[in-house]
């Protein structure tokens, strides 16, 4: 476990993978997503979906073929561990989106939400000419891929840079990415103003994890450590003392013995003055 302090970095929710040849054309993590306008299946809830409406908004893209099998077996997981969730523990701050790069029709569409009983919107004709601007499989790769944008339109995550098909959808980082994004409010009792911050990216971590603090005065006492999801201490990261201002803490996801962990999915916890804050990180090697 290696402990220091760092200056503040811009740090991207997923390591930026080089893409290979065959994936050169996809959109860099870190960059603007691209701009595009789709009809929405059906005008359910709104005619068509913009990329700029959702401005402020954490935007997960379902990069789905209509035909695909593997897409139609990942989608119920999607409702409900993805889409039903965030709408329910983050209520208006993330909004999924299926990106049909089948250019299916309507009733092919339609069948596809039967089949899988999805409620998020679907957007139609999201391939079309190969040197479309608004080409989904130019940026994101083909079917069964998963995309993370944040709040200001950065791409933060993309499967298709790592998984190849039918592999991309992975819950785990998915939730990881999008959990690092979510504004927190603080939600229980205690002395720590409103101003504290917790961050803990790279998510999913592939190597070092960089835990950031940031308190609006100095606090006597206060403890960061990961746990795993049985609710055991795996790390202590730090223990003591915590000066105003923002402090960095690195792990290299190894546990207190210098034991490199499991992949797997832990909750990096900090208590300071009464009051706990908590990330869900994906280890993955």
């Known amino acids: ?24 054309a996809l959109q860099p993590l870190g960059t603007p997503a691209p701009a595009f306008t789709k009809n929405v299946l059906n005008s359910n809830p709104w005619p068509t979906a913009s990329l700029s409406q959702f401005s402020g908004r954490i935007v997960v893209l379902h990069i789905l073929g209509w035909f695909c099998d593997v897409c139609k077996a990942e989608a119920p997981s999607v409702e ?6 965030y709408k329910n523990a983050w209520p ?18 339609n069948d596809f939400k ?3 009983g ?43 840079l790592v ?34 911050a917790l961050a803990a990216l790279p998510n999913p971590a592939r190597g070092m994890l960089t835990v950031t603090l940031a308190s609006p005065r100095d606090l006597e006492a206060s403890r960061v450590a990961v746990h795993d999801l049985a609710g055991r201490r795996v790390a202590t990261l730090w223990d003591g003392p915590l000066r105003a201002g923002r402090r960095e803490l690195l792990w290299d996801a190894r546990d207190d013995a210098g034991t490199s962990v499991a992949p797997g999915v832990y909750m990096v916890l900090a208590d300071a003055a009464g009051a706990r804050f908590t990330r869900r990180v994906v280890v993955v090697h």
């Open 163 to 196: 998984w190849p098909y039918p592999q991309g959808y992975k819950l785990n980082e998915i939730r990881g990415c999008v959990d690092s994004l979510v504004n927190h409010s603080l939600g229980v009792e205690g002395d720590l103003p409103l101003a504290f």
């Open 80 to 85: 409900v561990n993805v889409w039903q969730y």
């Open 118 to 160: 999805v409620t998020y919107p679907l957007m139609r004709d999201c391939q079309g000419a190969a040197t479309s601007p608004e080409n989904f499989i130019r940026f994101y790769g083909e079917r069964d891929h998963f995309v993370v944008i944040n709040q200001q339109g950065i791409v933060r995550y993309n499967s298709a």
């Open 92 to 109: 208006g701050q993330v909004q999924v989106l299926g990106a049909d790069v089948g250019d299916g029709t309507i009733s092919q569409l």
């Open 1 to 24: 476990m290696s402990i220091r302090r760092l200056p503040l970095l811009a740090i991207l929710c997923c390591i930026s993978v080089v893409p290979t040849t065959a994936l050169g």
């Open 114 to 116: 039967a089949m899988t």
